[in-house]
């Protein structure tokens, strides 16, 4: 009858190449999404509005966010007012551009703070937007600061070994020759050769005072606070000494020419 099935075909398809391959991509996101959770500085895409579109655990953590909550939120909708900042516009251009960037500066929520976090952050320009990449070197400066004042310190001493070394020996001269006169006065009779000793010896102590006014000057020098420090125009200072000194080199028939820039 016209009703009854006589016949029926069936026809398969091998996919097993196909879900090997999705499970595949599957374990390869994954294991991206690990990885890019797992590193400890700030990743996070811009894309080309400056929302976020891919943050890690890390960023996410930062703002004591989810990374759900971040994700496709507007840059200015998390930080107002970043869009005045020379961070932001560095953005705009590599979005601009298509060219990588290095920035280096102190974090801009906590800018304000007396010891700000710093961070070196890397732009790279990605088919979504830029790439960015911060990390916290508020440490690492910190390191590079005690060692430089750790040299600082050390060549400081090594600069006061040789200042005791050298005026050792410059001190050792003039007592020398003041020792000498000293002799040679009290077993002269001649009143002029006499004369002529204690002449030297004043010029030797003279030599002595100079000396330890100098010694006296570096000593106030290296108790002189950095923080007492001002601002100057150096040009205006070779100015005002110009203006000084042309009187005098005109009076010889002398002139100074400067070349200061404006």
Do not use: C
């Amino acid at each position: 009858t016209d009703d009854q099935i006589i016949a029926a075909m069936v026809m398969s398809q091998d996919i097993t190449a196909l879900k090997e391959a999705e499970i595949a991509i599957r374990t390869s996101e994954e294991r991206y999404r690990a990885l890019l959770h797992s590193i400890p500085d700030l990743v996070y895409i811009f894309d080309f509005d400056m929302r976020f579109a891919l943050v890690n655990e890390a960023l996410a953590s930062n703002f004591s966010m989810s990374v759900e909550e971040l994700q496709g939120m507007h840059v200015l909708d998390l930080l107002p007012g970043f869009d005045s900042t020379s961070s932001y516009h560095t953005y705009l251009q590599s979005l601009q551009d298509h060219q990588p960037r290095v920035m280096v500066g102190p974090s801009y929520r906590n800018k304000d703070a007396e010891a700000p976090e710093w961070y070196e952050t890397r732009i790279y320009p990605v088919s979504e937007g830029i790439l960015i990449i911060s990390r916290d070197i508020t440490r690492q400066r910190e390191i590079d600061a005690q060692k430089l004042e750790f040299e600082l310190a050390r060549q400081h001493m090594h600069t006061i070994d040789e200042l005791v070394h050298n005026l050792a020996h410059d001190l050792r001269t003039p007592l020398s020759i003041i020792n000498t006169s000293l002799y040679l006065l009290e077993n002269y009779t001649d009143p002029e050769k006499k004369q002529a000793k204690l002449q030297s010896v004043k010029r030797q102590v003279k030599i002595l005072e100079k000396m330890i006014e100098n010694i006296l000057l570096m000593t106030e020098l290296d108790r002189y606070n950095p923080a007492d420090m001002q601002r100057a125009n150096l040009v205006q200072i070779v100015r005002d000494i110009d203006q000084q000194v042309q009187s005098r080199l005109q009076d010889k028939n002398m002139h100074l020419k400067l070349e200061l820039p404006r």
